[in-house]
């Protein structure tokens, strides 16, 4: 059977539960590797992944008889067939932050469930630990993105536009093996640098501004996710104490990253740092990455978890002057047993464009 959905079998037994149903596509695709729309039903004794026409040829050929999975065409269950799914099942899980109310009292009436139980994020947990399978796809995404700021760094010139430079690295992505964007790509110069979450705009670049380039890329479903803040022509005196004080968090993080470290001390180290020297941090340290670029867990003070071995994270202090300028500087980092790996390798120093 396949590992997943035996885990997935294990582990709702072991909380009395006689079978779940999946809804979330991209726990999905993580227990199967379907792409397609559809419901995966884990029963008493059997597992259903139920669809329509226009995708059973693409299931079918994704499926191999080791995943033990059978696949519905929905125009041909019947009333009476989705009633029996979960026959002499008196607990049946359910993804409550996924569905929606509607589509949670429709299940009760479609499947006839005895009782629903919630399920916790249990599948979005175990997602957090990856396999060698999934660090390899997120390495190579990472070494995509690497591959595409360098080429950033050649191809920037003062006088672009955000946009521009925006729409350069999708382009760049998609001619050099990335199956698509893992999020829209944030390019904010000068001033725009202040707002973390900036949308690049018909600014042009001048000399002098420093340009942070928030970029990630998606290869076979595994994201990739980097920061850097780099400068036009020269690097501005007055950013260079905040640059030096974000780069020293970055570095310090790193170190701190291992498994068996709490994660909120990680964050609050460099809380703690930043309010010292008068600013703060005002979003979280970092998250998980995988088949979402925002994944479990997040790392925030707030959370009193431990990081574990083989869990792939982002480590991205950043201080941001409103109206004025900010830094941010991102790694997708793979914690192990000893410490952590940078995935992403970009140089992290003063880069200067177009000097």
């Known amino acids: 059977m396949n590992p997943k959905i035996k885990w997935l079998r294990d582990r709702i037994h072991m909380d009395n539960m006689q079978g779940m ?40 050929s994704t499926l191999t008889i080791n995943d ?13 067939d989705f009633e029996n799914f979960f026959l002499f099942c008196e607990n049946v899980g359910f993804e409550e932050h ?11 009436e479609k499947y006839k469930i005895n009782n629903f139980e919630e399920t916790e994020f249990l599948i979005e947990k175990q997602r957090m630990i990856k396999d060698d399978e999934e660090i390899g796809l997120i390495e190579k995404a990472c070494y995509i993105t690497d591959l595409c700021f360098k080429h950033l760094c ?14 350069e690295t999708e382009k760049f992505f998609k001619e050099n093996g990335a199956e698509e964007l893992a999020f829209d790509t944030i390019v904010a110069s000068g001033k725009n640098s202040s707002k973390p979450h900036a949308v690049p705009t018909d600014k042009k670049i001048e000399a002098g501004d420093p340009i942070t380039i928030d970029m990630g890329c998606k290869y076979k ?20 104490k905040i640059y ?13 990253y291992k498994d068996g470290a709490s994660i909120r001390l990680a964050a609050r180290m460099v809380e703690n740092d930043f309010k010292l020297n008068g600013y703060d941090l005002i979003h979280s340290l970092g998250h998980g990455v995988g088949l979402e670029i925002h994944e479990m867990p997040y790392i925030s003070g707030k959370n009193d ?11 991205e202090p950043g201080i941001y ?22 995935l992403t390798k970009s140089d992290k120093n003063y880069i200067i464009v177009d000097s």
Do not use: H, W
């Not at 033990?68 to 009476?80: G, Q, Y």
């Not at 690097?235 to 260079?240: D, E, T």
């Not at 978890?305 to 792939?312: D, S």
């Open 21 to 60: 149903i999946i809804s979330n596509p991209v726990n999905i695709r993580y227990l199967t590797g379907i792409k397609a729309e559809g419901v995966l039903l884990i029963t008493r004794k059997e597992n259903f992944f139920i669809t329509d026409s226009r995708y059973l040829e693409e299931v079918k």
């Open 68 to 80: 033990e999975i059978i696949v519905n065409d929905i125009a041909n269950i019947t009333r009476d």
């Open 221 to 240: 479903g595994y994201c990739s996710d980097m920061t850097r803040t780099i400068f036009a022509g020269y690097v501005p005196v007055q950013i260079q």
């Open 98 to 108: 996924y569905i929606t109310y509607a589509t949670y009292k429709k299940y009760i």
């Open 154 to 167: 050649e191809y920037i010139k003062i006088g672009m536009t955000e946009k521009q430079i925006s729409d």
């Open 305 to 315: 978890n431990m990081l574990k071995a083989n869990m792939v994270i982002t480590n």
């Open 244 to 256: 030096d004080l974000v780069l020293k968090n970055e570095l310090q993080t790193l170190k701190e």
């Open 321 to 342: 002057i409103p109206g004025n300028f900010g830094v941010r500087i991102e790694d997708t980092v793979l914690i192990t047993k000893s410490g952590s790996i940078n």
